[in-house]
Each structure stands twice: as structure tokens, then as C-alpha cells.
């Protein structure tokens, strides 16, 4: 059935996942599958080998399709193995503009891989659309873009980078990761590609590593449906399962994440040991009509996510004691999940940018990321209480 017409709850537990054919088992079955017989020589019934395909990574790849509004999705086994993909697009000799903050592993394997095989990288504040006219070069074929990034939460305006990218022929990428196709549309806004983490909200529960590339245009899925089975990195039918698991409730996750998260946000604006609090759903946030403009609203109120980065009125040590002293909040790499997680990007998710990098773009020794759960918010708000308390003691 097509559930194109239907609203994003109803995607979200519909799309792909009608009930199975031969046996009526209303939820996609796990096919535990290397390969599929043949009757005849070249003759199958939809499906050859499962690195090309399987029916339940097909299933969450046309659930992420429908949710992102786009045509196809491509499912890998990380985020990384899908941004590994859409880079793996380009030849040697191009040249890719992408934002100064991002994921510390995206950079890392811009620098430490692409670059090796001869792609060239500019990276810019593109929060002003200004600074990609300054870098696009003949050579530009791709723009990469984070929105909100990780960890310092700038934006971007897909809609108006879409535009210029696009007058010079680059093909526009955004990495969806931390807003959801719940809280933004990139495809609708003019972006080629939505790429995630499903490890992250989509997945939901923090219990398997996985990505995603969903792509407005046929040809270009069928360019990157070519590397996903030339290179492999495909997700095993076990974890496409976790995630379409997950999946189904996104749209009630993220509206928990996101009151959570601004209940937070508030409560830390007024913490005297809280020096600067970033989230976009707050009135301070430097970039709130973009943020209005380009993610969810709901009741007249942006819905701005479940993560909040935070710079403490201290030092390391102050960061450290805080981190450690947390029992709600659990101290780890990752976000996403229902479970509150917290991190000092600095010294874990960000230790691969060059340190005189992360110090430019604003990640501190005192800045902390908060990736808010859907526990209730009391409990959160409480443990961040005692944790401040220990550090500043
Ligand atoms: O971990 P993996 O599934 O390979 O996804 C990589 C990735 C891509 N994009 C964004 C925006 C991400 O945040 C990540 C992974 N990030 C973390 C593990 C983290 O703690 O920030």
C-alpha cells in the first residue's frame, strides 16, 4: 500500500510494513537470510543475496523514504558507512564545502580518509549562505551540511544553501542526525540527501548502530543503491529490525525529547554556575526565526530537539567532577536514545578535530553536551541539581 498520503504518525508505523504476505504476520519478519533460492538459473523471487537486498532492511529503507519524503532509502551498517557512501559518489579531484562543526567522526573521515583519495575539503561558519559563495570553486561538487550541528548546535538554512548550491550544479547533503524527519524536512527544503545516524532518534533505544541516505531523486538513489552494493556496509536483518522497532514511535519519542529538553534548557538558563546554555528552542538562541522557520512547531512554541550543549562558569576539573557526579544522565558517547546521556565533546566525541580547531569553533574544556532522555523531567532537572552542587563544591 502507498502511505505517501498519510500523516508522519501513520508513516512511521505503516510505510513499508504491511502485514507479510504468505503468512499475514503483521510485523515484518526477521529474514536471518544470506541468500534466497532460485527456481532457475537468474530467475528469484525479488530478492538474490542480502548485502543487495532483504526484505526487512527493505521494509525500514521505504519507512525512512516516506518519513524523509523522499524516493529511496538506503540503509547501512553506521552513520559513517552512509556518509562513506554518498562521499564515495564523488572522483578524485573534487571538492566538498561542509560546515566547521560537525560530528568529530564525519571530520575525521573527510580528513583522514577522503583527503587520501585526492577529495578536497573547505569547511565554513555556513550559518551566513554568504561564506559558501566564498568557497565554491568549479570543482565543488558536494555540500555537506549539519543542522543542528554537533555538538555547538549552529543551523543552517538549508532552503537558501540549497538554492546557491544548486545554481553551480553541487549536489546538497544534509546530515538530519540530531533533528529527525520529525522536527526537519531537508528533501522538502531542497536537499538531495537526509543522512542519519539511525543509531541515534530513529533507532531510539540505544541498542544498535545503523545509518541511512533517503534521496529526493531516482537516479541518484540508484548511483548510491550501486555503492551500497558495490561496497557493501549494509545493516544485517536483525538491526534493520531493531530500528524499524523504533522507528514506529518517533513522532511521540521526539515530542518528550523536545519538552524535556526545554524544560531543561530554562531551568539551566537560571543556573548561576551555567555560564551559557544553547538549545533552539530557547528565546536566547542567536538563530530562533531559522529555527522556527525550518524546524517543527508545535503550539506556537519550536520544537527544538532533545540535545542541549551547555558551557559551565569553570574549569576541567569542574566539567569532570559534574560528569561524574550524574546518575539520571548517564555518562557516554552517543544521544537518542530514551535514556538521558551526557559527554564532554572535547575529550570524547570531538577528540579527533585538531585541538586549536575545537577551540575555534567553540568547544571549551567547560562545554558539555546533553543528549535529554524521556525519563520524567523532575528526576533529570534533580540529578543535574546534585551533580552541579559536587562540581562546584
Ligand atoms: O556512530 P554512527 O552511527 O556511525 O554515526 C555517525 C554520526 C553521524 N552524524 C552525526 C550527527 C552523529 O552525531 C554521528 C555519531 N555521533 C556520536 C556517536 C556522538 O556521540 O556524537
Redesign the pocket.
Known amino acids: 500500500m502507498n502511505w505517501n498520503d498519510a500523516k508522519f504518525e501513520t508513516k512511521a508505523i505503516h510505510a513499508g510494513q504491511d502485514p507479510e504476505a504468505k503468512t499475514g504476520a503483521v510485523v515484518v519478519p526477521i529474514f536471518q537470510t544470506s541468500t534466497f533460492a532460485q527456481p532457475a538459473p537468474g530467475e528469484h523471487l525479488g530478492h538474490e543475496y542480502s548485502r543487495t537486498s532483504n526484505p526487512t532492511r527493505d521494509a525500514l529503507q521505504d519507512c525512512l523514504a516516506a518519513l524523509e519524503g523522499g524516493v529511496q532509502g538506503l540503509c547501512f551498517s553506521?552513520?559513517?558507512?552512509?556518509?562513506h557512501a554518498v562521499l564515495a559518489l564523488l572522483s578524485a579531484g573534487d571538492h566538498v564545502i561542509a560546515m566547521d562543526d560537525?560530528?568529530?567522526?564525519?571530520f575525521r573521515q573527510f580528513d583522514k580518509v577522503w583527503r587520501r583519495h585526492g577529495l578536497t575539503f573547505s569547511y565554513g561558519d555556513l550559518r551566513d549562505p554568504g561564506v559558501f559563495d566564498a568557497l565554491v570553486t568549479p570543482q565543488t561538487k558536494l555540500l555537506w551540511l549539519?543542522t543542528p550541528?554537533?555538538?555547538m548546535l549552529k543551523l543552517v538554512d538549508i532552503a537558501a544553501l540549497s538554492a546557491k548550491a544548486h545554481a553551480h550544479g553541487v549536489l546538497v547533503a544534509v546530515?538530519n542526525?540530531?533533528a529527525t524527519p520529525y522536527l526537519q524536512q531537508p528533501l522538502a527544503l531542497g536537499a538531495d540527501i537526509a543522512?542519519?545516524?539511525?543509531?541515534?532518534y530513529i533507532g531510539g533505544h540505544s541498542d544498535t548502530?545503523?545509518?541511512a541516505a533517503i534521496v529526493r531523486d531516482a537516479d541518484l538513489g540508484a548511483r548510491i543503491a550501486f555503492v551500497q552494493n558495490a561496497n557493501g556496509g549494509t545493516p544485517g536483518p536483525f538491526d534493520s529490525w531493531l530500528t524499524l522497532r523504533g522507528v514506529k514511535t518517533l513522532a511521540v519519542r521526539m515530542e518528550r525529547h523536545c519538552q524535556n529538553a526545554l524544560a531543561i534548557a530554562l531551568w539551566l538558563e537560571q543556573h548561576p554556575r551555567v555560564k551559557q546554555v544553547i538549545y533552539p528552542g530557547l528565546h536566547s538562541f542567536a538563530q530562533k526565526e531559522l529555527a522556527a522557520r525550518q524546524m517543527r512547531q508545535l503550539n506556537g512554541q519550536t520544537l527544538g530537539g532533545g540535545m542541549i550543549t551547555i558551557i559551565l562558569d569553570g574549569e576541567l576539573a569542574h566539567a569532570r567532577t559534574f560528569l561524574s557526579t550524574v546518575r539520571a544522565f548517564t555518562l557516554?558517547?552517543?544521544?537518542?536514545g530514551v535514556e538521558s546521556?551526557i559527554?564532554h565533546?572535547a575529550i570524547?566525541?570531538?577528540a579527533s578535530i585538531p585541538p586549536e580547531q575545537r577551540r575555534a569553533i567553540g568547544i571549551s574544556d567547560s562545554l558539555c553536551?546533553l543528549?535529554v532522555g524521556i525519563e520524567h523531567v523532575s528526576d533529570l532537572q534533580a540529578d543535574l541539581d546534585n551533580a552541579l552542587k559536587a562540581a562546584f563544591a
Request: net charge negative.
Open positions: 553506521s552513520g559513517l558507512a552512509a556518509t560537525m560530528y568529530g567522526g564525519t549539519e550541528t554537533n555538538p546530515d542526525t540530531f543522512v542519519h545516524s539511525t543509531t541515534k548502530v545503523g545509518g557516554a558517547e552517543s544521544l537518542g546521556l559527554e565533546p570524547m566525541t570531538h553536551r543528549s
